[in-house]
């Protein structure tokens, strides 16, 4: 066989040496399992080397026959190529539904078709019409008439073509790092060979039916090279990325089993600046050791390390400065099976930003332990499942020692059964149920708790138990009512035995004794008094704050007229509208007439004079009570603008305590104030009743 040198044979053999060194390559180191990218890659080169090869055989032949016969092979590495290309731009961007074998198919239909005519009936007549060898600068070229079947054909391929460039030029502009890059250099692989054909048809290279398309793979070769060895094509393909990262709010990295990182999303790369596409772990996870060791499986059971299943779930606070962040980390093991092909192995590192929950919790956890009272969990099978701190604090046992024991045994005897119903009954209803019970403390004694228990939640089998410690606040109220009574009932009884026996003495002693027996009389009147104020101040905190419909011009002379009669020396006047209806608590008329009285009875004059009023404020009434006597001391004045108990050392402040109540619990205000030259100015602000609320029912 006689050979003709062309400028193209070399080139050409250098592609195809180039195409089949790559997928020897692929073939040797990276077909595990067949992966779809790496099989397709496979097909590329292959198809790139025999249609280069082959061509180069063509030109380089002498005869028609010979030029004919590797045309053949030529059109079989197209058909390769025009099947492998477009696979490897899918099997590159993870769309996965075209390897399925219907749809696989499809790609391969065109492609196979137009092999199989070429092999049963030739290039000539099937693609070529009139092919001939025609010389062309100092060597011989085929010449043809193009068919109908090769017109369709390129059109196909062209189509197909475009169809993956711009898959790719999608990658390139909406992906960025090293895979903007390897979609790029990928961009140029495939648009370089088409373009050198289109324009050598075109005949802008200077010689006619010179297809450049495979000379062209002799640079693409070196394009495919450094996409597949500086870019990690095999190692760093997105594997549908847009889906698995774009859209996650969780930190996603993907470890190859080289123990470098083939990818990373934005929330990962914002939790660990370092952690870049083709690092290695140690570097990126170097404020993290515990992620290192969950890589490498070295993972135990201590530490932050929480088993939980196949896949452990670890713990890691990042800690740079002011803003510490705590993050759950899960590893999952790249599994070759459910993939449906061979990934190579590594790892998927899940980080999950726990930060404000932890806080919240601990908040929680803080909140419990420090609570005055005793919280406790308790199951249906009545034992303790958590005690908070405090218990220790509050009845001397540890936690410990209370965890696991029956709630019930720390339950006073004569208690027990109450308390047992309870507990059965918070289980079956939703409401809280409280009780009054006696816990027993670590140094033997009884101390007095009000408890509470309801449902911890509605589909666990556990309340929660609220142990207040009412001890000291019972014994207290205890010691009140104690005091209480001797004010109210031995105070007076011997108040009024002391006023007996003085007027028994009137007839028995001089008149120097009688101003003797009158300063007894007043300090009797002023025990009754007080006697009688701690019975309606008893009143008063006992109240369960019901309110009436109140006229206070009807109530003010009413009382006035009253405290005409008692106080004979008084000098009293009273002025007041038609109607001043308010909504005031129900016992507003003892305030008015502590008001009234406190202005005859601490009166240090012989005819105290007492001027009351009704009048409109403020979008309701104001009750005003002048009197000329002593006024009343500073230090009783602050008990209703410092709302603390201070020392009572005049008798009227016991009443302005009660006034101050009242008034409080009707929504109003009171003020008090020092007339010159001498008396004082009570005033008691209270708000209008509504429309609706004057009814004939209307207390007159």
Known sequence: ?????????????????????????????????????VRSFVG????????????????????????????????????????????????YVDWREWFRPKRFVLLCAVPVAAVTAILAVGVNPFFYRSPALSASNGYLVLTFLPTPALIGFIAYTYVVNVFTFLVLGSVALTRDGVFRRQAALLLIAGIAPMTAGILGVWGAFGTTFVDYTPITFAGTSVVLGWVVFRHRLFDLSPVARDVVFANLSDGVVVVRSDRRIADVNDPARALFPSAAVGSRVDEAFEDAPAVIDAIDGEIGNGGDAQATGANPEIRVTIDRGNDPRILTVTPHEIDDDAAGYSTGGGTVLLFRDVTAQETLQRRYRALIEKSPNVIAVCGTDGLVRYASPSVERLLGHTPAEVEGRPAIDLVHPDDREESQRLLERAFETRDPQTVAHRLIHANGNWRQFETTVERLFEDTDEVVITATDVTESRRYKQRLQVLNRVLRHDLKNDANVIGGYAGLLRDHVDDEGAE??????????????????????????????????????????????????????????????????????????????????????????????????????????????????????????????????????????LGLWLVHWIVSQSGGDLTIEMREPRGTSVTIWLPAADDAELDPTTER
């Open 1 to 37: 066989m006689e050979w003709q040198p062309t400028p193209f044979t070399a080139p050409l053999l250098v592609a195809a040496i180039a195409s089949f060194g790559f997928a020897g390559y692929a073939l040797k180191n990276r077909l595990r399992g067949g992966r779809p990218l």
């Open 44 to 91: 590329v080169t292959v198809g790139a080397g025999l249609w280069a090869l082959a061509y180069a055989a063509q030109l380089s032949a002498t005869t028609l026959a010979e030029t004919l016969f590797w045309n053949r092979f030529v059109w079989i590495g197209v058909g390769i190529l025009a099947v492998a290309w477009p696979a490897f731009v899918l099997a």
């Open 516 to 653: 003797y027996l009158d300063t007894i009389d007043r300090k009797v009147q002023t025990l009754t008094h007080l006697s009688d104020q701690a019975r309606e101040i008893d009143v008063a905190l006992h109240n369960e704050g019901g309110r009436a419909t109140i006229d206070l011009a009807e109530l003010l002379t009413r009382l006035c007229t009253a405290l005409e009669s008692a106080f004979p020396r008084a000098t009293v006047s009273v002025s007041v509208p038609e109607t001043a209806v308010v909504r005031a608590d129900e016992l507003l008329e003892s305030a008015v007439r502590n008001v009234l009285e406190n202005a005859v009875v601490h009166h240090d004059g012989g005819t105290p004079i007492v001027e009351a009023s009704v009048d409109t404020a403020d979008g309701g009434y104001r009750i005003a009570v002048d009197d000329d006597g002593p006024g009343i001391p500073s230090v009783e004045r602050t008990v209703f603008s410092e709302v603390r108990e201070t020392p009572l050392e005049h008798a009227s402040g």
